[in-house]
């Protein structure tokens, strides 16, 4: 997605939550970006990337840095910022925080609650131009790319948008991705429907929305 969304040659990415530092190296060696930026709020993970980059031989080319978010880092010049592995709500604030990121191109990768991350980007102008599901082991993730473009947005924030983004259920993992998340949903309005206190409006909602996603990954077929 980076490389797919340059607008020239020369790319920059800011990787925040870096752990290792591969996503970093991996840029650069492939030439996809001309240097990076490794970012963790924890010091023993940057400890780790600065060994990658060593061994990659790329510390004229990855900065690293400690920090919480976007907050110390070194904006200048950066093109991407990447958040991957992380909770939707996490990615959202560390987003909406920095003003600065409306500058930027973002990858973003949620672990969970992706539909708070979509809901938190329509409501603060970044228009996904594009998303795509990505397989690991057992598990599907959604990964967006989005830019700081309020007048491009010409989708509506309902339950489609929220729960299945902006995947194409004919691209691979797509259809996959939507009846794992339908599934999801039919499971949390069983939790609704049993509880002491059934908030039937809910359930109904959740229920309505993945007969929706079930309908959409169908296309896919």
Do not use: W
Request: negative net charge; proline residues 3%.
């Amino acid at each position: 997605m980076v490389e797919e969304s340059r607008r020239g040659d020369n790319a920059a990415a800011a990787d925040i939550g870096a752990d290792h530092g591969y996503l970093a190296c991996a840029l650069v060696e492939s030439g996809v970006c001309e240097r990076a930026v490794a970012s963790d709020i924890n010091p023993l993970p940057l400890e780790s990337a600065g060994k990658t980059v060593e061994a990659c031989g790329l510390n004229d080319k990855i900065t690293l840095v400690l920090s919480d978010g976007l907050r110390s880092v070194p904006l200048d010049g950066i093109t991407h910022i990447i958040c991957a592995g992380m909770g939707g709500e996490l990615i959202a604030r560390i987003i909406l925080e920095c003003e600065r990121a409306r500058d930027c191109t973002l990858i973003l990768q949620p672990m969970t609650k992706a539909d708070r991350l979509r809901k938190a980007l329509f409501e603060n102008g970044f228009y996904i131009s594009r998303e795509t599901a990505c397989r690991d082991g057992r598990f599907v993730y959604p990964v967006i790319c989005a830019e700081y473009s309020p007048e491009k947005i010409d989708y509506a924030c309902d339950e489609i948008y929220l729960y299945a983004g902006r995947i194409d259920p004919r691209e691979l993992d797509g259809g996959l991705y939507l009846k794992r998340t339908a599934a999801k949903l039919e499971k949390a309005a069983a939790g609704i429907e049993r509880g002491e206190n059934a908030e039937e409006k809910q359930a109904l909602y959740l229920r309505a929305a993945a007969r929706k996603l079930y309908e959409k990954a169908g296309e896919g077929i």
